[in-house]
């Protein structure tokens, strides 16, 4: 990252081969079509390539930084080109090997992945159920209310509950 | 279950700012907020940092989506718009002395500048940047036409209202003035932009009524923000076009000129 950041292109193309297969999963399974998610991993590298200067190694491995990176790309595709969108059924995206050297790079830090979990599964079954699908299938609040069947208000005031406890948890993680 | 939004308590949770990053982060935001918060990413350190603080801690979550081989077109695609960007780049650069290049990180820095000072004053420092004679750059027009904001006026009917778009090239940031617009609490106005190579018209999202609002674009739309793109505002409901309809009566119309 740090030699992108100065503008070297075999780096990119060092890390699209190494990264390309879960950046190109998230694309996909937040946009549920084969093109749309082409065209986002697209945006994904381009902007990389223009803003790797944005990356901090301080903060965030880089594959967490790519990944939340595309995710996001994705979601700004999904709620600007008003896509019609949805999560890809699993069987459509077929799981696959990671076979590149850097796949040890593709792991996000595990301790840091077992606290996400351990704080999302403090919750309530049904607050993490609807944090879970926002962030596996790119919902948004209305389209959540509406698979549930409750007010809007209702699952706002659910999630926020839920996001606020997730907070707290993660930041006595920190503390710790 | 038939119990109107606003009776539903809100259970005592504050929508701070750190709850939009939140929201912001798992992607639960939409239209009118969505621009809110890009908006407020690029002024507001605090809430850019939490926002990447959710971000960090959300992204181990994605090793559960499985991986998929994109085809082998995709990086054929990424290196060709490398290639044009750096070509664009080289150009204009090889027979240009270095102080161009200082002045056009200058121009870079001016924007960043605009865009970190609050609604009110940007509208005033953008009036300066689009407007006044610029004395202090003295690049030769190759480079002005390189790094010159765009900057489009829709005029809204006979009100003499209008709204202002302005676009910097190199920091994909856009500004979008309504200055004196007031909302009518039964519509909203979308903005979209209308490619001028005839490809698909592209969101812009819906427009905030009697701000200065910024927001950083997706690749997808500066791709298509060039001269002679055309800007297009419609009427919708609150929130912006639903998903499945079409968009609503188109209220004005304008198009991208470079200052």
């Known amino acids: 990252m740090v030699r992108l950041a100065q503008g070297d292109q075999s780096a990119l193309e060092e890390i699209y081969r190494a990264t390309r297969v879960k950046l190109f999963g998230i694309c996909l399974r937040i946009l549920g079509d084969r093109k749309e998610a082409e065209d986002a991993l697209q945006d994904v590298y381009i902007n990389l390539w223009q803003r790797a200067d944005r990356y901090d190694p301080a903060r965030a491995s880089p594959i967490a930084w790519l990944a939340a990176f595309a995710r996001n790309r994705a979601i700004d595709r999904l709620r600007t080109g008003k896509v019609r969108g949805g999560a890809v059924p699993v069987e459509e995206a077929a799981p696959l090997a990671d076979e590149t050297p850097l796949a040890d790079m593709l792991l996000v830090d595990a301790q840091q992945a077992a606290q996400i979990h351990k704080c999302l599964g403090a919750l309530d079954d049904r607050t993490q159920g609807h944090i879970r699908a926002a962030f596996f299938e790119g919902k948004t609040y209305a389209q959540l209310a509406e698979a549930a069947d409750v007010p809007l208000g209702t699952m706002k005031s659910w999630i926020r509950r839920g996001l606020q406890r997730l907070r707290a948890c993660l930041e006595a993680s920190e503390a710790a | ?259």
Not at chain 2, 44 to 58: C, G, I, L, M
Not at chain 2, 124 to 142: G, I, K, N, Y
Not at chain 2, 189 to 201: C, F, I, M, T
Request: charged residues 20%.
């Open chain 2, 1 to 259: 279950m038939s119990a109107p939004e606003d009776t539903v308590p809100e259970d005592g949770v504050t929508r701070d700012d750190p709850m939009i990053a939140a929201e912001w982060a798992l992607g639960l935001l939409e239209g009118e907020e969505l621009l809110a918060a890009r908006g407020k990413y690029t002024t507001d350190p605090a809430f850019a940092w939490r926002k990447e603080w959710w971000d960090d801690w959300f992204a181990p979550l994605t090793d559960a989506m499985p991986g998929a081989e994109p085809s082998g077109h995709v990086w054929v695609g990424i290196a060709a718009r490398l290639a044009a960007q750096q070509a664009d780049v080289a150009a204009p650069a090889s027979d240009a002395p270095a102080s161009n290049v200082v002045a056009l990180e200058a121009r870079v820095r001016r924007w960043q500048w605009v865009a970190g000072l609050s609604s009110a004053a940007a509208a005033v420092a953008l009036a300066w940047l689009a407007l006044a004679p610029d004395s202090t750059v003295q690049a030769p027009p190759t480079q002005i036409a390189a790094a010159a904001p765009m900057v489009a006026t829709v005029p809204i009917g006979e009100t003499g209202l209008r709204l202002d778009v302005t676009y910097i090239p190199e920091s994909e940031k856009m500004l979008v003035a309504a200055i004196g617009l007031t909302a009518d609490g039964v519509h909203d106005h979308e903005l979209w932009l209308v490619p001028a190579d005839g490809s698909d018209v592209q969101s812009l999202g819906v427009v905030a009524p009697g701000t200065v609002r910024a927001m950083t674009l997706p690749a997808a739309v500066t791709a298509k923000l060039g001269d002679g793109a055309g800007l297009v505002l419609t009427r919708e409901p609150i929130g912006g076009k639903p998903d499945g309809v079409d968009a609503g009566p188109v209220v004005a119309k304008g198009a991208f000129t470079r200052v």
